[in-house]
C-alpha cells in the first residue's frame, strides 16, 4: 500500500511545513486540489493548484508531487499539457497529473460556463483526457473535437520522465472507460460515489474497471487504484481506525490511500500513524 498526503493549504508558510512533514514522515505522494474557491464556504482561504505544485516541486527534493485533481472546468487541455512538462521539469520528473472533470457548481460558476450534465462531463473528460496523453506523448498534431479544438501545438521540451502519470477521477462506466484507454492511475472518493459503487464490482481483481482494460488489450495490474480518504473516512480518528480503514480498502482493491492533512484535533493521532507508517505499507 501507498500513502498520500493531501493538503489545501490557506498560506505559504503552512504548504511549506506539510511538504516538509509529508517527505520527512516518508509519504509516497504530495497532492493538492484544484478548486478556485471552496465548494462550501468561500471564506476559507484556496490557492491555485497548479501554482502550488510548482513551488513544492521546487522545494522538495524527493516526494512525488501531484493534483488530485486538475480540473476541466477551468483547464484547457493544451495548456494544462504544457503546464504539466513544466512541472515534470521543476520537479525533476516527480510529478503525477491527476485530471476530472469537476463536481462543483461554484468551479462552473466561477469559470462562467453553464453547469455540465453528467453526460457531458464524460464527453468532456474523454476528449480533454486524450489530448493531454496524445501532447506528452509528442503528438502535436492538430485535433477538430467538439469541445477543445485545437492548431499548431508545441510540446518542446518534453518531458523528464518516459511518461508522466495520468490519474483520472472516475465512477460511471463512460468514465472508467477513459481511465482504462489513458490512464496510468485511476482515483475516486466517497462523495463522488458511495462504497456500493466504487467497492469490488468496480475495483476490485475481476471488476468494470479491469474488463475494459482487458478490452484494450491493457494490463490491468499496472493501473494505480488511488482512494482518497475523504468525507465519511476519518482515518485520523484513532491509530486502530487507520488500520481498519487500509485493512478495508486493500480488501477491496485500493493499492494507494491518499488522506488530508490532520486537523489540530487529529495530530496526536497523525504523529503516531506516520512514526510507524512502513507497517501499513
Avoid at 500513502?3 to 504548504?15: I, Q, R, S, Y
Avoid at 472508467?176 to 467497492?199: K, N, Y
Avoid at 465519511?232 to 481498519?244: C, H, K, L
Wanted: charged residues 25%; proline residues 6%.
Amino acid at each position: 500500500m501507498r500513502f498520500g498526503l493531501k493538503v489545501n493549504a490557506g498560506t505559504w508558510d503552512e504548504a511549506r511545513r506539510w511538504a516538509g512533514v509529508a517527505e520527512g514522515a516518508g509519504f509516497d505522494g504530495l497532492w493538492t486540489g484544484d478548486n478556485m474557491r471552496n465548494p462550501r464556504d468561500p471564506s476559507v482561504a484556496v490557492h491555485d493548484g497548479l501554482t502550488l505544485i510548482a513551488a513544492w516541486a521546487a522545494t522538495t527534493t524527493s516526494i512525488r508531487v501531484g493534483t488530485l485533481i486538475a480540473n476541466a472546468v477551468f483547464r484547457r487541455p493544451t495548456v494544462l499539457a504544457k503546464q504539466t512538462i513544466t512541472l515534470d521539469h521543476v520537479s525533476a520528473g516527480r510529478f503525477d497529473l491527476g485530471i476530472g472533470s469537476g463536481l462543483w457548481p461554484t468551479d462552473h460558476a466561477m469559470a462562467g460556463v453553464p453547469f455540465w450534465s453528467a453526460r457531458e462531463r464524460a464527453d468532456r473528460l474523454a476528449e480533454f483526457v486524450g489530448i493531454v496523453d496524445r501532447l506528452l506523448a509528442g503528438d502535436t498534431g492538430d485535433h477538430d473535437g467538439p469541445h477543445y479544438p485545437y492548431q499548431d501545438a508545441a510540446t518542446t521540451p518534453g518531458p523528464v520522465q518516459p511518461r508522466v502519470p495520468i490519474i483520472v477521477a472516475a465512477n460511471g462506466p463512460r468514465a472508467l472507460a477513459v481511465v482504462a484507454e489513458h490512464g496510468d492511475g485511476w482515483v475516486t472518493f466517497p462523495g463522488a460515489a458511495t462504497e456500493e459503487e466504487f467497492g469490488p464490482a468496480s475495483v476490485g481483481r475481476g471488476s468494470t474497471l479491469d474488463r475494459l482494460c482487458r478490452e484494450r488489450d491493457r494490463d490491468p495490474g499496472t493501473l494505480r487504484r488511488i482512494l482518497l480518504a475523504y468525507g465519511a473516512i476519518t482515518p485520523w480518528s484513532s491509530v486502530d481506525g487507520f488500520a481498519a480503514m487500509v485493512d478495508r480498502y486493500r480488501e477491496i482493491g485500493f493499492d494507494e490511500i491518499v488522506c488530508y492533512a490532520p486537523k489540530p484535533e487529529e495530530q496526536a493521532v497523525f504523529d503516531k500513524v506516520v512514526g510507524r507508517l512502513d507497517e501499513y505499507r
